[in-house]
Nanobody, 116 residues
Framework: QVQLVESGGGLVQAGGSLKLSCVASGRGFSTYNMGWWRQAPGKDRELIANIRAPGEGYYASTVRGRFTISRDNAKNTVYLQLDSLKPEDTGVYYC??????????WGRGTQVTVSS
C-alpha cells in the first residue's frame, strides 16, 4: 500500500501548460504501475495515462501527443506534463497506484481548470 499526494494543478489559459506531481510514501514504489486519471465535471473518472517503467507510457487518445507521463523512482514521484491545454481538459486529476490487483491506492486529486 502507498499513500499518494498530488500537486501542481491550477488555472491556466487554453494553450498553456502545467506539470502535475504525485509523491508516494510507502514501500515498493518502483514496482507499481502508476496512473493519472481525470474526472471532468459531470463525467466518469477516466484513465488518461499510465506508466510501469520509465519511458513506457500509455496515453488515452484524448491526450496523446499533448501530455507526457514520467516517473522518478529515486524520488517516489510520478509526473504528468500537460501541454497545449484545452478547456475540455478541465477536471480533477488523480494519481493512482496499481500493485497488480488494480488501482487500489488513490490520492485526493488536484484541480485543473482551463479557460478559453
Amino acid at each position: 500500500q502507498v499513500q499518494l499526494v498530488e500537486s501542481g494543478g491550477g488555472l491556466v489559459q487554453a494553450g498553456g501548460s502545467l506539470k502535475l506531481s504525485c509523491v508516494a510514501s510507502g514501500r515498493g514504489f518502483s514496482t507499481y504501475n502508476m496512473g493519472w486519471w481525470r474526472q471532468a465535471p459531470g463525467k466518469d473518472r477516466e484513465l488518461i495515462a499510465n506508466i510501469r517503467a520509465p519511458g513506457e507510457g500509455y496515453y488515452a487518445s484524448t491526450v496523446r501527443g499533448r501530455f507526457t507521463i514520467s516517473r522518478d523512482n529515486a524520488k517516489n514521484t510520478v509526473y504528468l506534463q500537460l501541454d497545449s491545454l484545452k478547456p475540455e481538459d478541465t477536471g480533477v486529476y488523480y494519481c493512482a497506484a496499481d500493485g497488480g490487483e488494480g488501482y487500489l491506492d488513490w490520492g485526493r486529486g488536484t484541480q485543473v481548470t482551463v479557460s478559453s
